[in-house]
């Protein structure tokens, strides 16, 4: 399981999907990367640090915001 740290970048409220750049990947974001529902909404900034938990197999599709730091 590898569990990476990124920036969020933008989330959508009502489907809980967001979109995450991840440390080192200046140039490109994941999209469409599930949310923890258990986190607050009231939390999630865009700019504030995350963790990312690409699953056993390392796929972009997989992932999931697992936590935010604000």
């Given at each position: ?25 200046v140039a490109q974001a994941i999209t469409g990367v ?37």
């Open positions: 399981m590898a569990v990476l740290r990124g920036k969020l970048v933008s989330w959508d409220s009502g489907t809980y999907v967001a979109v995450v750049r991840l440390d080192g990947s599930a949310v923890n529902r258990a986190i607050a909404a009231a939390d999630m900034n865009a700019g504030d640090v995350c963790l990312v938990d690409l699953g056993d197999h390392g796929d972009p599709g997989d992932a999931i915001l697992t936590a935010v730091v604000a």
